[in-house]
């Protein structure tokens, strides 16, 4: 028994050696670098795969052809959306075959028991979390993982565009930044809690926080969704609306569709926002397109 185990043990590290690489790799083929965060959708056309949203309960689907395809529920969480997309990129660029991948919580076997799952997972962590961006993002804001509060990592997740608990993992499992203990105690604080606590009232709008350490890439978002920005942000254009000034930064709310410059007069912090229709459906490329006037 402990024999087997411990060949398990090998096979995984082998496995998650070469999804590590595989992620290193797709970064720098579609023009990327090891420390930013990315458009995963943007890396999935630039390695000529298709991506599409549709309104079909599952997580994900891989489409091996010509062109291969990727196939997103539109139903799930934004940051879900982006973590099932770099998922089935892995499963593409590792060369598995065609799959379909149905809601985590109706699934019979653990992801991680079944190779190409596990490998197609630790690709889509280093795709999106690469080690030298961690290690940037909690330098630039003076943290360590160790010691981060929840808050604090939550707005590391915003950045990088993944859920609280998937970076919470990633620093466990992936990286061996932060202990086993530590990270059972960091999953006790969910998404709802931590906004209600950033925000001083519950809420069931998804929230994006860009803080003064956020790096100038876009910030997408849906109509709908809250975004906490630096103190004194401003907006040119009618996609984000400001509702409340807060103790840490000035809080919008995503109205429209398109994209709208965010900067603030007095500082060179600046970003774009990117709106995406309510749980969209089409092609990724298409879905910041603003409303048609004459709808």
Same mark, same amino acid.
């Given at each position: 028994?402990? =024999?087997?185990?411990?060949?398990?043990?090998?096979? /995984? #590290? @082998?496995? +998650?050696?070469?999804?590590?690489?595989?992620?290193?790799?797709?970064?720098?083929?579609?023009?990327?670098?090891?420390?930013?965060?990315?458009?995963?959708?943007?890396?999935?056309?630039? $390695?000529?795969?298709?991506?599409?949203?549709?309104?079909?309960?599952?997580?994900?689907?891989?489409?091996?052809? *010509?062109?291969? #395809?990727?196939?997103?529920?539109? %139903?799930?969480?934004?940051?879900?959306?982006?973590?099932?997309?770099?998922?089935?990129?892995?499963? $593409?660029?590792?060369? $598995?075959?065609?799959?379909?991948?149905?809601?985590?919580?109706?699934? %019979?076997?653990?992801?991680?028991?079944?190779?190409?799952?596990?490998?197609?997972?630790?690709?889509?962590?280093?795709?999106?979390?690469?080690?030298?961006?961690?290690?940037?993002?909690? +330098?630039?804001?003076?943290?360590?993982?160790?010691? @981060?509060?929840?808050?604090?990592?939550?707005?590391?997740?915003?950045?990088?565009?993944?859920?609280?608990?998937?970076?919470?993992?990633?620093?466990?499992?992936?990286? @061996?930044?932060?202990?086993?203990? /530590? =990270?059972? =105690?960091?999953?006790k604080f969910t998404p709802r809690t931590l906004r209600a606590h950033i925000l001083g009232s519950l809420t069931p709008n998804p929230l994006i926080v860009a803080d003064e350490a956020w790096g100038g890439h876009a910030i997408d978002a849906e109509v709908g969704h809250l975004l906490l920005l630096p103190p004194g942000t401003r907006a040119q254009g009618?996609?984000?609306?400001?509702?409340?000034?807060?103790?840490?930064?000035?809080?919008?709310?995503?109205? #429209?569709?398109?994209?709208?410059?965010?900067?603030?007069?007095?500082?060179?912090? *600046?970003?774009?926002?990117?709106? *995406?229709?309510?749980?969209?459906?089409?092609? *990724?490329?298409? #879905?910041?397109?603003?409303?048609?006037?004459?709808?």
């Amino acid at each position: 028994m402990k =024999a087997l185990a411990k060949t398990m043990m090998h096979n /995984r #590290r @082998a496995l +998650a050696d070469k999804a590590m690489k595989a992620a290193i790799t797709a970064r720098l083929k579609a023009g990327k670098d090891l420390v930013s965060p990315i458009c995963i959708y943007s890396v999935a056309d630039a $390695h000529g795969v298709r991506v599409t949203f549709n309104d079909i309960n599952m997580e994900g689907m891989y489409q091996r052809g *010509a062109p291969p #395809r990727i196939h997103l529920s539109s %139903l799930r969480p934004l940051a879900r959306r982006a973590y099932n997309c770099a998922h089935e990129l892995g499963h $593409h660029l590792l060369g $598995h075959g065609s799959s379909i991948d149905e809601l985590r919580e109706n699934q %019979l076997v653990r992801p991680w028991d079944v190779p190409d799952e596990y490998s197609a997972d630790t690709f889509a962590a280093y795709a999106l979390m690469p080690t030298l961006g961690l290690r940037n993002a909690f +330098a630039k804001r003076g943290l360590k993982p160790e010691t @981060a509060t929840p808050v604090e990592l939550y707005r590391i997740a915003c950045q990088f565009g993944v859920g609280y608990a998937t970076l919470v993992t990633h620093l466990m499992w992936g990286e @061996a930044m932060i202990s086993r203990a /530590r =990270a059972d =105690a960091l999953r006790k604080f969910t998404p709802r809690t931590l906004r209600a606590h950033i925000l001083g009232s519950l809420t069931p709008n998804p929230l994006i926080v860009a803080d003064e350490a956020w790096g100038g890439h876009a910030i997408d978002a849906e109509v709908g969704h809250l975004l906490l920005l630096p103190p004194g942000t401003r907006a040119q254009g009618d996609a984000v609306v400001p509702v409340a000034d807060l103790a840490d930064g000035r809080l919008f709310e995503a109205k #429209r569709p398109g994209l709208v410059r965010l900067d603030r007069s007095d500082t060179d912090w *600046a970003a774009f926002g990117r709106i *995406a229709r309510t749980a969209y459906v089409g092609r *990724a490329d298409y #879905r910041h397109l603003e409303d048609d006037a004459d709808d």
